[in-house]
């Protein structure tokens, strides 16, 4: 049994937006973190690694620096990583992108007991699209929203959290399970977790690599494969302070009930 978990490297929000011409971010000039619901995704799968005793894989699309975010999770205790990355991949949108992830996990191989981890949404994009899109393109089953997880057999029991409560879902291996927060909290990595990440396995799987996949053409991946364009991005302005009143005094209670007043509030 192997788990094979979608991180994606995320623009670190609280730092600072950097926009190309063509409204695209320039995430080389961003910094940059594990997307927070991936981060869930990895330790779910740490757990039943250490419940089953299966494989871990992490699998990320990105440009070559996304290595050092799959070095780290293998820090925490992955057993192995993949990188999706090419230049034929730029520009992709989630149609794209999911068609190419969709390929590499083709490509890796899933056997009956596998499961594939992704995050609810990423931080950046903010879809949740490439999650289903995936188990749509390898016709996997899907639970989203996933609050725990269960595994017997060739059989996964999910409970997912919904506005209104939750909802308990028992779905067949091979499937694909999105990961909210609530899941559980990411462990650490380890001192000696970072010293055997350099000697874990890191495969680069290029376009040369995944060009035979039949999910792969020219016309569905990258900027050309994209149904979507980005027609801008920008950094939405900062909002006023809040202001404070003290005192209880009627005085106080007049001006508070005029400045809800003017605001239209009361
Ligand atoms: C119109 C459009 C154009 C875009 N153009 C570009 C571009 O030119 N360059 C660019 O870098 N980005 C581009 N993007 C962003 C890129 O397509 C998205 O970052 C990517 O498709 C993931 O979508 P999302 O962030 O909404 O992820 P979500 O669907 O919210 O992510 C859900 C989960 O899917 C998995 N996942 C998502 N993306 C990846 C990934 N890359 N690797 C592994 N797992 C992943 C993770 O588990 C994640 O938690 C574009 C997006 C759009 C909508």
Do not use: W
Request: proline residues 6%; aromatic residues 4%.
């Amino acid at each position: 049994m192997k788990i094979l978990v979608c991180v994606k490297q995320v623009p670190d929000t609280s730092g600072r937006l950097a926009v190309n011409p063509d409204g695209t971010l320039n995430r080389a000039l961003m910094q940059t973190i594990i997307n927070p619901d991936d981060m869930n995704a990895v330790e779910a799968a740490l757990k039943l690694k250490d419940e089953l005793g299966c494989r871990v894989s992490v699998v990320t699309m990105g440009p070559p620096p996304a290595e050092g975010m799959l070095r780290e999770l293998m820090a925490m205790g992955a057993d192995d990583a993949y990188l999706v990355s090419g230049r034929e991949f730029g520009g992709s949108d989630t149609y794209a992108t999911s068609q190419i992830i969709a390929a590499a996990l083709d490509t890796i191989g899933l056997d009956e007991d596998d499961i594939v981890f992704c995050g609810r949404q990423a931080i950046d994009g903010d879809t949740a699209q490439v999650g289903p899109q995936i188990a749509e393109k390898l016709h996997l089953p899907q639970v989203t929203y996933a609050a725990d997880i269960k595994k017997e057999g060739n059989t996964i029991t999910v409970k997912r959290i919904l506005e209104d409560g939750y909802m308990t879902i028992k779905v067949k291996t091979p499937c694909l399970v999105t990961c909210i927060k609530e899941l559980n909290t990411p462990r650490y990595m380890t001192v000696s977790g970072v010293f055997e990440t350099y000697a874990k396995p890191m495969t680069v799987l290029d376009y040369n690599a995944l060009k035979d996949n039949p999910l792969i053409d020219k016309s569905t991946i990258g900027l050309n494969g994209s149904p979507t364009n980005i027609l801008t991005s920008f950094t939405p302005p900062q909002k006023e302070p809040g202001k404070m009143l003290e005192g209880s005094d009627m005085k106080t209670c007049e001006q508070l009930a005029g400045i809800l007043a003017e605001k239209h509030i009361i």
